[in-house]
């Protein structure tokens, strides 16, 4: 990273990111440190109008998902498990000032939502890594926690991403820079989805599994469903990219996973994908489980992650 | 369009659009009919749980636009513009019972949340389309009101689109369907356009334009800007790109105008996107503006819009 960054800045950068045992999150923009005041814009934060080391300097977990209910809901089961001693009350919105996203913070978990759709968590992920890097965080890890459609698998399944491709089950995410496309990588953490993965194995509640997902840029045509607006192919056709999906090894479609990957990597902060999923898309479209089954399903994420994060810190035999 | 549906459905449709000078909201999908409930899932509704006709059959005009908040204060607005009897407690969301968007209406006026992004407003306009359709709702006009970063002109200034394009200033939006990609048109219409641009000429409070509007899939890379996590380009070469943009007519940049138009045009919807520019990119990257300042900028669409709207409904002379 220090061979883009410009010759003033990299010294101090340089001792930063070699702190003895400590990964520190890293930005890849030479022009950063030169601004004078940062304002992350869509989190209604910044760094003259507030105290991000002191915010946020201890944060070692970050967990996002679309809905802000969810990641609200998210962080209140958080509070309960982690045992802290501030009252419910205290966990408000950081991001109250704007209605883009919201932001919890719960001891050293962040839990933010993201909205739908690569754009909108790739806004969210800029000033967030910002954040992170403003506020000097080291050893983070991020974790998607997210709603999807199955393929092959029953309901309520949850899969832990192995590798996030496209709509043409390749493992890359293409960007574009001014009018350029630039291919980036979506390489996630090995070591984490294995550990996930043998957290699970502890929850006899719900099946958990690893598999390739893939990520669409919209919920109807580009995922072969039948009920929208707009629908150009037959049944068939779409049943059967769906079981070239399978084939492919993917077992869940979402709609952010490529970008998360892909971003994560290249600043530093290790992450893994873990969502449920809400149907069997070889089974069918829509979405129409009753409410209350959707509502446990989504829990089922966040009762994993809680797990992971409580046997990170240490914690889980005096909680579990 | 009678074309592509299947015979059953092929009466009924067509005497549907052929009543006399009403132009229905259409779907193109020939599968649709056949589905014996269709659960708006992201909008919570349904046409088994709903009443669609009843609740929406008498709506003229579709508002959309990013922010919760900002629908609502425009749904509050339009209240107090059209003089409704109704008390301002009973607006409500119409989409209470999920988050993904918030919907009020205000007589025949529907404002609505999209998120940001061309997934996330996509997935809405699937749904709100066939919400039209169940509704059987005609002669619709709708209309985007947003915010953009402005190309070359006064920060605060209102950008009605003439033609909506896309990283590479072509009019075009691209559609992945199963993993083929189908390029759609993003025609605008006309004499919308112009209505609105002759509705702005009484407004001399703010100055109005009409322009090309480019949307991108991110808010930092794919904008040129300076002060994300990533950036890969120097100063020059993001400043370049802006100017060539400006010396292709584009105006403004924002997120969600290529498949607006492309889905709008399909479906029989009239639409216009109609967005401020809070800053000009061409003099820097940050929204930094006091908080009031932006506050009455983004007012400023939603001014315009709602004289339109009342001109439109021969109101204009007793309200305004």
Known sequence: MASILPASNTSMRSDRNT?????????????????????????????????????????????????????????????????????EEDIKDICAGTDRYCMYKIGPVLSISHGMGVPSISIMLHELIKLLYHARCSDVTIIRIGTSGGIGIAPGSVVITDEAVDSFFKPRFEQVILDNIVTRSTELDKELAE???????????????????????????????????????????????LKRAYNAGIRNIEMESTVFAAMCRLCGLKAAVVCVTLLNRLECDQINSPHDVLVEYQKRPQLLISKFIKQRLGLLDQTS
Do not use: W
């Open 195 to 241: 550990e996930l993965f043998n957290c699970s194995k502890e929850i006899s509640t719900f099946p958990t599994l690893i598999g390739h997902t893939m990520c669409t840029y919209d919920f109807y045509e580009g995922q072969g469903r039948l009920d929208g607006a707009l629908c150009s192919f037959s049944r068939e056709k779409g049943l059967d990219y």
């Open 19 to 87: 702190y003895v045992g400590k990964s520190f999150v890293h930005i890849k923009n030479p022009y950063l440190d030169s601004m004078d005041e940062d304002v992350l814009y869509h989190l209604d934060l910044g760094t003259k109008t507030h105290n991000l080391p002191e915010m946020f300097g201890d944060v070692k977990f970050v967990c996002v998902g679309g809905s802000p209910n969810r990641m609200k809901a998210f962080a209140l089961f958080m509070h309960k498990e982690l045992r802290l001693a501030d009252s």
